[in-house]
Each structure stands twice: as C-alpha cells, then as structure tokens.
C-alpha cells in the first residue's frame, strides 16, 4: 500500500484531506486504480470514510475530474461517484454518458447503467438492454436495475420467458435479471423455474437478493422450507459462506427449530445439522473466511446441536415419494429400505440412480433391484449407469 493511499484511509485529518483533495483536483487516476484494487482488503466502514472524504472535495468546478475514474469500477465508490455527477448534470454531460455508455469500457458502461437511473434519458434504453446479459455481473446488474426503474415491461417480460428455456443458463441468467430488476411480482415464476431446474442451488441464491427466506415461508411453509434447503445444499460449494447473515440463515432455522415439526422441516433441519457438522470439521470451508463468518456457523451449528433428532428421523420418510421437492435429502437420512426400493420404479432416472446408489451404501443392493431399475428407464446411457453401480 502506498503512503498516499495508507494516508487516504487513515484517521488523521491532517494526512487524509490533502489526499482527498490532491486525489480529486488532480486528477490523481493511479491513486484511486490503487483505491479500487484495495477493495476485498479495506473495511467496509473504511471505504465508506474514504468515499464521504472524496465527495466533501467535489464541487461545480472540478464534478467533470470524476469521469477520469470511470475506468476502475468500484461498488465502494459508485455511489458517491454516480450522486456527484449527476447533481451537477447538464445535457453536455449526458451526452458524454451515452458516448461511454456505447464505446466504454465494460467498468465505464457499469458507471454509466447506474447514472441513467437517475438522469431517466430514454436514448440510454437500448444500450440498458444490450448489457443486461453481459458477462460482467456488475454491469448486467446496474443495467436490470435501471429498466426496472425505469419499468420497461418489454426487458421483464423477455426475462419471464427465459424462465422457460430448456438451456440452464438462460433460465439462471432469466432469474438474475429479474432479481435485479427489482419486481417482487417475480419470485412465484422464479420458484416456479427453480423447481424444474438443475442449477436450482444457484437460482435459490439468486432469488433472495429479491426476496427473503421468511416473506417465501409466510406465503407457502413449505416453498420457505424448499428455498432454506437449496441454500444449505448450496453453501460452501456454490454459495458464499458469508451469505448466510444475507439469507438470516441462523434467524430462520431458530423459527423453524421452534416450529411444529413437519416432513419438509425435519428434512431441512437433518440436512442442516449435517452440512454444518460438514463445514465445522473440515477447514478448507472456514480457512479463508472472515472472524465474523467463521463464527457464525459455529453458532448454527450450535443452535442445531439442540434438536432432539429422533423426532426428525421419525418424521423424514414421508418425504420418500418422486413428487417431493425433498425427495433427495430424505434418502440421505432414511432408513427405510422398503420405501427405497419402491423408488426404484420411479419415471425420474435421478431418483432411480440415488435410490440405487443407497442401497449400495446399506449393502443391501441385489440383482433384483438393479433389474426394477433397468426396466424403469429407457436411456441407454442410464442403463449403464446403473450397470455400474
């Protein structure tokens, strides 16, 4: 870190505000490229002291020095850079938006999505739409969140239909823009979507940055239920750690240990019980992450240490039929090779496959239970797999 950057975010009046205001008149571009850099390693209240320092600086004489900085995206500083510029905005300067809007870099473009959510000029449409599926997450996402403020149905309603694709990736990318078009009318077809999806880990992580886990559970227990246990399969393999203070992980799983309990809810907590006895004993999970994260997921797996599991074990083999969304964690839990084998008749392979793969594990697999399954499917290259097993 440079003397002038450790200055910038220190404490010290006397050492910051010079850098903040040589930073800004300057222009100084490979101080804030610095900045930017920084970001994973600077406190959040630290970068938040930075940027109030950086705007104190900015004036009607020196607004435009801002645009020099369009180059290094930063969600740090968008903020403070996007309400400057558009507080002194005169047409000039939204012509020059839109000529960066259309030739920038993918950083500029990302500035530029969320500075015409505010300066609401109707030439930015087309560009909002070109970039809502880019590659770059923060520009995709800057630019769905500007259509939906300025609610253009046409950008929602081709979304809505994405949800439909037969291709997993324009279904996800359907279910992201959404998100962050912002509509609440959304999250049924995204549930919806996520039923029938085998990214459905991913697109529950997606949806409840729309929605919450406890609004879903209030307006169907057991869609909440279903939601809670794609975010628990999910953790530490395709989400973040650290999400669990967005989703209020340990608040929900606390409501629903207090709950009456139910085939959906025992599956949700047997599958949490093992997931965060999986994360707390192997340290590749926790090595990397904060003091704050790590501590966390001790406290849930804490507070899920208290269940008495012998209700929940008696609970879980109602959930042993094809159309359950549990379907899968309820033959991680059961016992109940009866049930098991029936499923070996079941018109999904997936659930054959597993059931199969179960029964191995119980040493209790016979040639008749791969016949059952054989003469379930009709994919050759399942036969196969299952001749394997």
Do not use: W
Request: contains cysteine; charged residues 25%; aromatic residues 10%.
């Amino acid at each position: 870190m440079s003397d002038k950057l450790k200055k910038l975010t220190g404490k010290n009046p006397n050492d910051f505000e010079p850098v903040a205001y040589s930073l800004i008149n300057n222009p100084d571009v490979d101080l804030f490229c610095e900045l930017v850099e920084k970001d994973d390693f600077l406190f959040d209240f630290v970068k938040q002291n930075v940027a109030s320092r950086l705007e104190k600086v900015c004036n009607e004489l020196n607004y435009l020095n801002l645009l020099n900085f369009l180059k290094y995206y930063s969600p740090s500083y968008e903020d403070f850079i996007i309400s400057t510029l558009v507080k002194y905005a005169d047409e000039d300067l939204t012509d020059k938006m839109l000529e960066l809007f259309e030739n920038g870099t993918d950083d500029e473009k990302t500035y530029c999505a969320k500075y015409f959510s505010y300066i609401q000029d109707p030439l930015s449409l087309d560009f909002l739409k070109e970039n809502a599926y880019s590659q770059n997450s923060a520009l995709a996402s800057n630019c769905a969140s500007t259509l939906g403020i300025l609610n253009d149905v046409e950008s929602y309603n081709k979304a809505i239909l994405m949800l439909d694709s037969d291709d997993e990736f324009i279904r996800l990318d359907g279910a992201k823009f959404l998100v962050s078009y912002g509509n609440k009318n959304a999250v049924p077809t995204i549930i919806s979507a996520i039923k029938k999806s085998s990214m459905a880990e991913n697109m529950a992580g997606e949806l409840l940055y729309l929605t919450d886990l406890f609004t879903v559970y209030k307006n169907n227990q057991r869609e909440g239920l279903y939601i809670a246990n794609l975010i628990i399969n999910g953790l530490g393999e395709i989400l973040g750690l650290a999400q669990v203070f967005d989703f209020q992980l340990y608040e929900f799983l606390e409501m629903v240990i207090k709950s009456p309990k139910t085939s959906s809810s025992a599956a949700v907590l047997l599958n949490a019980a093992d997931k965060f006895e999986t994360l707390t004993e192997n340290d590749e999970y926790l090595f990397d992450e904060t003091k704050e994260t790590k501590q966390e997921i001790h406290d849930i797996k804490k507070l899920l240490s208290g269940i008495a599991m012998s209700v929940l074990y008696g609970l879980i083999d109602e959930e042993l039929n094809e159309k359950s969304e549990f379907i899968f964690t309820a033959l991680e839990f059961t016992e109940n090779e009866e049930s098991i084998r029936m499923l070996l008749k079941s018109s999904n392979p997936a659930i054959v496959i597993k059931a199969l793969e179960v029964l191995k594990q119980f040493e209790s697999l016979t040639s008749d239970d791969k016949n059952t399954a054989l003469n379930s499917v009709v994919d050759e290259n399942i036969k196969n797999v299952i001749l394997a097993i």
